[in-house]
């Protein structure tokens, strides 16, 4: 077990006392999560390369599309969709590879060899899998040096250089929340470090907000249970966090104009659209404008928005007369869905699975 232990903590180390290598000329920067990667340079503002972390196939495609790929496919209805991560870790190193590969040598253009890696890992991850995160970095690709990190540290030290003199910054202590694609964290920073012993994690993230959404779809209007990457673009495009659910349900309630909340999402048809978009981009933000929050009268209702005209479909079909839909085109109408699906991060226990609320999280992280 000593031998064992040893093994575990000097597979790490290395890597952290190697990052000052004069050798390195660039540190690239990869945020390895389950639903996408994002990676880029460090020292740069915007990542360059934002890609799905999976591979897809078409049922016209006899190939796997890797990464950026599966975002410029035309044929995504029935998408079927392999991912190396499973419930936010690494179980299929051997297809992780070739989505790095594809990032590294087709998006970022580097040779991994002349750089340096700065990592960011989920929170509590075993050590079978750092040893083949290490296997990937070290042994397939070749970088210089390693750098592990996780999430809540890294937002801690963005903000806190993003506005040196604000609360956070001057303490040196923090509350992040980071809601992912598979569990959601609750971690305390202090002093820059994330306190493990104190953190709370919650089995609940973009992925089961998607599969609800599904459901509710596929009761509600079309059966939408094999769609899955269609419906990840209506839960990315269209919902939202309420700040008053209950007068958002009064409003999804009513007709015509005064519902501003409800908007039409078109499918794709595999022939003139080949990717489903939001019918009226402006009627869908109204839901969340400023202009309606400001319609809250001292009921907590809203009333009708003055600028009605946003929300009737003839100002789409005015917008772009050339792209006029056909009558038989497929829709999907969302209201009461675009703001419930998200209220499932505060309420997880509506979904049957017997999770805390993430207010009940915040409490215990607290006290301990």
Request: glycine share 6%; aromatic share 8%; charged share 25%.
């Amino acid at each position: 077990r000593e031998r064992e232990r040893e093994r575990n903590s000097s597979s790490r180390c290395p890597m952290m006392r190697r990052w000052g290598d004069p050798g390195v000329k660039a540190v690239v920067v990869l945020d390895n999560g389950a639903g996408c990667c994002k990676a880029g340079f460090a020292g740069q503002a915007d990542p360059v390369a934002v890609v799905p972390n999976c591979v897809g196939r078409s049922q016209n495609l006899k190939r796997w599309l890797i990464g950026d790929q599966v975002q410029q496919c035309d044929d995504i209805q029935g998408l079927g969709i392999r991912r190396p991560m499973d419930r936010g870790y690494l179980v299929n190193p051997d297809l992780e590879k070739e989505i790095w590969e594809r990032i590294f040598k087709s998006l970022l253009k580097i040779r991994p060899s002349d750089c340096g890696l700065l990592l960011v890992e989920p929170l509590f991850n075993l050590p079978s899998i750092q040893r083949a995160t290490d296997e990937l970095v070290f042994e397939d690709f070749g970088f210089q040096s390693l750098f592990v990190a996780d999430s809540p540290s890294l937002a801690h030290v963005y903000e806190a250089s993003r506005e040196p003199s604000s609360l956070l910054a001057r303490s040196d202590c923090s509350l992040i929340v980071d809601c992912g694609f598979s569990f959601t964290h609750v971690a305390p920073i202090f002093e820059k470090f994330t306190c493990n012993f104190a953190t709370k994690r919650l089995d609940l993230g973009g992925k089961a907000l998607t599969n609800y959404l599904k459901e509710l779809v596929s009761y509600r209007a079309w059966n939408m249970m094999d769609e899955t990457y269609i419906m990840e673009d209506v839960k990315e495009k269209l919902c939202y966090c309420s700040l008053d659910v209950a007068a958002d349900l009064e409003v999804s309630r009513k007709c015509g104009s005064k519902n501003f909340i409800q908007c039409k999402y078109v499918l794709p048809d595999g022939i003139k659209h080949k990717r489903g978009f939001v019918k009226d981009p402006e009627a869908a933000k109204a839901a969340f404008s400023q202009d309606a929050m400001d319609s809250l009268d001292t009921n907590g209702h809203r009333d009708e928005l003055q600028d009605a005209d946003l929300l009737d479909d003839v100002s789409f079909q005015a917008k772009y007369k050339d792209a006029t839909l056909p009558s038989e085109v497929q829709e999907l109408t969302l209201t009461n869905e675009r703001f419930l699906v998200p209220e499932m991060l505060f309420h997880p226990a509506d979904l049957g699975k017997g999770w805390s609320r993430s207010s009940v999280l915040w409490f215990q992280m607290i006290s301990n």
